[in-house]
């Protein structure tokens, strides 16, 4: 009888060769769809937070499948809150999931519930907690919407509203000021960044004069290996998962044939057996590299000046949004082009220097100030791009 089905359903495929094309795109396409949301992840993990939107976005053009679609969605809301400080676009992906996906509405509700606790929007966040807690009393996340709804009940009220008394106006139109645009704020304290340089299974050298670790003293030079789940340090194994290397001078790096000189300290980490090496260095020096490396030195002052501040507010942006990462930032295009010492010019550091703090911020905050190499002379919003809205 199974065999009889099958010959049928085989030969009602074949009088309908339409039926089996389509199929075959459809299942293309949940193909190509699962690999731009695993693809995102990857972005994400590179700091390319802007293609892996874009990623999420293709991925829902392309799938039907609503599984699909609420993985997306899903993943598309956190990287909005936790990367793109955008939490209102992640609260209306939310609640999309939750009036048009039923089998998700659960962690929808829950999700939107905690983002709303997190924006110290108490009220919001008990009415939404607690319809919740009624609608999903057996939940998965029941107990943590309790907790959240009891600290939310131990909290002070807000003060009463005492409504102003009315001043009487006169029918002249008064105009309404233009929503400002990002202030250069100077920062208070010049902070250390955490640059990725490179991640390898193979051999990283390190020179100085000297390069010291605790523990194995002072050289000229050391070797770095991965054998055997430890890491080595000129052959001798070590227990340490994280190795960090100082030195008064700059140091000089080698990884994967490329090498480098930088300042500051140098990390070197081993995680499922690739090792990545980190820089530590302060953000003023990290700049001096990046502008010309970005930029042509050549060109005028106010330029470089200009590139300076946005690097700076794009490097800021990535500390406060990593903090959880091994690093901030990486030393290509997925983040900033960073080539050490030998790039830096003394008109792009006189930028670096004259400019020492200055970072566009909105609402007290540093914006996500993204630059390209080339416009093609026109510039879009980011909700055309990237179906993102930011005020700046």
Request: net charge negative; hydrophobic share 35%.
């Amino acid at each position: 009888m199974k065999r009889y089905a099958l010959f049928l359903t085989i030969a009602i495929l074949l009088s309908f060769p339409g039926a089996v094309t389509q199929a075959q795109e459809d299942l293309e396409k949940e193909g190509e769809a699962r690999y731009d949301i695993n693809y995102a992840s990857y972005l994400i993990e590179v700091g390319k937070y802007m293609e892996a939107l874009e990623n999420y976005e293709t991925a829902l053009e392309l799938t039907s499948l609503p599984k699909t679609k609420i993985d997306a969605l899903l993943a598309k809301a956190t990287l909005l809150t936790s990367f793109l400080d955008a939490p209102e676009e992640a609260l209306k992906v939310y609640r999309q999931i939750y009036t048009e996906y039923p089998q998700a509405a659960e962690i929808a509700r829950y999700r939107e519930g905690l983002l709303l606790f997190q924006l110290n929007r108490y009220r919001e966040a008990r009415e939404t907690l607690a319809d919740y807690a009624k609608k999903y009393p057996a939940g998965r996340f029941i107990f943590q919407a309790e907790a959240l709804q009891e600290q939310i009940a131990k909290m002070p009220p807000p003060p009463p509203i005492i409504p102003k008394p009315e001043i009487p106006t006169t029918s002249i139109p008064v105009p309404v000021p233009p929503t400002p645009p990002p202030v250069v704020q100077p920062t208070m304290k010049t902070p250390q960044v955490r640059v990725r340089l490179c991640k390898t299974n193979g051999d990283i050298e390190i020179n100085g004069s000297p390069v010291c670790v605790e523990g194995s003293g002072c050289r000229e030079k050391f070797t770095v290996k991965e054998s055997n789940g430890n890491l080595t340090i000129n052959g001798a194994s070590s227990d340490e998962k994280a190795i960090t290397f100082t030195s008064r001078n700059p140091l000089t790096v080698q990884c994967d044939k490329e090498k480098k000189k930088v300042r500051g300290g140098l990390v070197v980490k081993l995680k499922g057996g690739v090792i990545t090496l980190i820089n530590l260095v302060d953000m003023e020096d990290y700049l001096k590299s990046v502008v010309p490396s970005e930029s042509y030195s050549s060109w005028p002052l106010d330029t470089l000046k200009a590139q300076a501040v946005a690097a700076r507010t794009y490097a800021y942006y990535q500390l406060l949004h990593r903090e959880d990462w091994d690093y901030d930032l990486v030393d290509d295009q997925g983040d900033q082009a960073y080539k050490g010492i030998e790039r830096e010019r003394e008109k792009s550091t006189q930028a670096v220097t004259e400019t020492k703090g200055e970072v566009l911020t909105y609402s007290n905050k540093p914006i996500l100030a993204m630059y390209s190499a080339n416009s093609g002379g026109y510039t879009a919003d980011a909700q055309s791009i990237f179906s993102l809205s930011k005020p700046y």
